[in-house]
């Protein structure tokens, strides 16, 4: 089992920048690709971000490209999501997820474990 804990969300102004992290317990984070998706109120969770186990392949979904960046330090068992110019449009909950795919995964079910989430509200 592998337990999954977000921390960092907050408040933040238009424009301004927030950092979420997600450590992982129970075990090693090595062995399984890491994704990000969000679920703001009264929508579908969405996919954000992922990056394969080894860190060498990211891909994110295009209305944050450019602007938000997933990496992850295997040693602190720890994965980030690195979040600038912030828009309204990013309030949400935001849940790191596992997988044991060693590839690309951009859809929720390909996940195993998930976190509870972190909540991100972006004032304008």
């Known amino acids: 089992q592998v337990q999954l804990v977000e921390s960092g969300g907050g408040l933040v102004q238009a424009g301004g920048s927030l950092r979420v992290s997600c450590e992982a317990s129970?075990?090693?984070?090595?062995?399984?690709?890491m994704g990000w998706f969000r679920q703001a109120p009264g929508k579908e969770r969405e996919f954000v971000a992922t990056?394969?186990?080894?860190?060498?392949?990211?891909y994110y979904a295009d209305f944050v490209k450019g602007r938000f960046t997933i990496y992850r330090d295997n040693a602190k068992n720890t994965v980030y999501l690195q979040m600038n110019s912030l828009k309204p449009e990013d309030t949400a909950v935001y849940s790191c997820?596992?997988?044991?795919?060693?590839?690309?995964?951009?859809?929720?079910?390909?996940?195993?474990?998930w976190g509870q989430g972190t909540q991100v509200t972006v004032s304008s």
């Open positions: 997820a596992a997988s044991h795919r060693q590839g690309i995964a951009t859809i929720a079910r390909m996940y195993e474990y």
């Open positions: 129970g075990r090693t984070l090595s062995g399984y690709g």
């Open positions: 990056i394969t186990w080894s860190g060498s392949s990211t």
